[in-house]
């Protein structure tokens, strides 16, 4: 038996608990749309899946927890698409954060909520789908998912996977958990630390092949980002791009763009774009500006500011920025960096960063830049401006971080490939 004594007890508490949260997650889906979405999207799941499987069909299984661990995926689901076309690709998301985003990507052939992770929904998603090759990413560990894999012998990888101390595997309670790792046929982590201490507990099946995100964000360099209305807007000023903000960040750029005296154009692409959130940023701005929906024959060139009330832009936007701010670092974690980073521009954040390995890196690098006020936004942004040297020597540190840092997607397919 894969669990036994003291682990078949533990297995049993995880499992009424497992359950009993989702009884909790129902009731709090009453009062919250977010939660509502988390359960009401994971209704019928099964039949939607069946229904897209025919007899034969080979499939291959990816599973991330939300947008973020779908920017790692990416990369490897479209090499098996060019590489193995004859395999179908799930995909499964925790969260509706991803889910609701990407529920119509061509990627995959099937794109559902992953069913809560209790042995008998493990058992009768692998029943359906019965997958050759299984990936998940970065942090997604459910034990009942991966104890049925293991029993199963179905090859199962842990992909862009980074481990510190903090973890519950590396602690004295941790056994279970640690249990749950056995059933990673290869995991392929973001650094030597991770691999250390996997080694720590056993595991020598690792590589160290990096974030698949480098490979991801490499590639938007040689796509076409060219924008009508930003050619329009920016006439050769510089352009702030502040990207994925939340109301703190917001705060701090609204008041550098109504007292900044300079040439410069400004795009602000929130996080969230509902219409009293977007109302508010556009009442809070004193310089003449624009939300991206209502741009039809205007002169863009007379406008300061441009609110991107849509989504499915920032990429390329981003293509135009002289400096960048990247939010959420002052509210529930910080957004993706390495989209502007690669255009090798200057990127400025918020205070809680820790965890982001990439941000950490390029703070010590000093191509990311930290702010915690008003004061030091308006410091930084005007050092940027005035300081021609400075904003392109930081910027290429971003540019090189990244060109150093590909690679991870190519290692993983030569081991996908010896099981295809």
């Known amino acids: 038996m894969y669990f036994s004594g003291n682990m078949t007890l533990v297995r049993f508490v995880y499992n009424i608990l497992i359950s009993l949260s989702w009884i909790v997650l129902k009731v709090i889906a009453l009062f919250n749309s977010k939660m509502r979405l988390f359960v009401l999207g994971r209704k019928g799941v099964f039949q939607k899946i069946e229904a897209k499987i025919s007899d034969g069909d080979k499939l291959i299984w990816m599973h991330v927890a939300s947008l973020g661990e779908y920017e790692q995926g990416l990369p490897i689901l479209e090499r098996i698409k060019l590489d193995h076309p004859l395999y179908k690709i799930v995909l499964t998301f925790f969260s509706p954060s991803g889910y609701e985003v990407k529920k119509d990507t061509p990627i995959a052939d099937i794109v559902v909520y992953l069913p809560m992770d209790t042995i008998s929904n493990a058992k009768k998603f692998l029943d359906i789908i019965k997958p050759e090759l299984v990936i998940f990413v970065k942090y997604e560990?459910?034990?009942?998912?991966?104890?049925?894999?293991?029993?199963?012998?179905i090859p199962t990888f842990l992909v862009s996977a980074i481990f510190s101390k903090r973890q519950v595997f590396f602690k004295s309670y941790g056994s279970f958990m640690r249990n749950s790792l056995r059933s990673f046929s290869h995991f392929f982590v973001q650094n030597e630390n991770s691999k250390e201490l996997l080694a720590s507990i056993g595991h020598k099946n690792v590589t160290v092949s990096g974030d698949t995100r480098f490979d991801r964000v490499s590639k938007i360099l040689n796509q076409d980002n060219g924008l009508d209305f930003m050619d329009d807007f920016k006439k050769g000023n510089f352009c702030l791009v502040a990207g994925s903000t939340w109301p703190e960040d917001e705060e701090i750029i609204i008041d550098f763009i109504n007292t900044a005296n300079t040439l410069s154009k400004y795009i602000i692409a929130p996080h969230k774009i509902n219409e009293t959130h977007i109302n508010k940023i556009q009442s809070g701005i004193l310089k003449k500006s624009i939300r991206f929906s209502k741009i039809t024959k205007e002169k863009l060139s007379d406008y300061k500011v441009i609110i991107i009330d849509t989504i499915g832009l920032l990429t390329k936007i981003y293509a135009y920025a002289d400096f960048a701010y990247v939010g959420g670092a002052f509210a529930t974690g910080l957004h993706n960096t390495l989209e502007p980073a690669v255009f090798g521009i200057p990127v400025t954040i918020g205070p809680n960063y820790h965890g982001f390995k990439e941000a950490e890196d390029l703070i010590d690098q000093k191509g990311i830049y930290v702010i915690k006020n008003k004061l030091?936004?308006?410091?930084?942004?005007?050092?940027?401006?005035?300081?021609?040297?400075?904003?392109?020597?930081?910027?290429?540190?971003?540019?090189?971080?990244?060109a150093k840092n590909v690679g991870a997607t190519k290692q993983i397919l030569n081991h996908i490939d010896d099981i295809l």
């Open 141 to 153: 560990i459910w034990p009942n998912y991966l104890h049925e894999l293991r029993d199963r012998n």
């Open 376 to 402: 030091e936004f308006t410091e930084l942004m005007t050092r940027f401006i005035n300081d021609d040297n400075f904003r392109k020597k930081t910027g290429a540190i971003n540019s090189n971080y990244i």
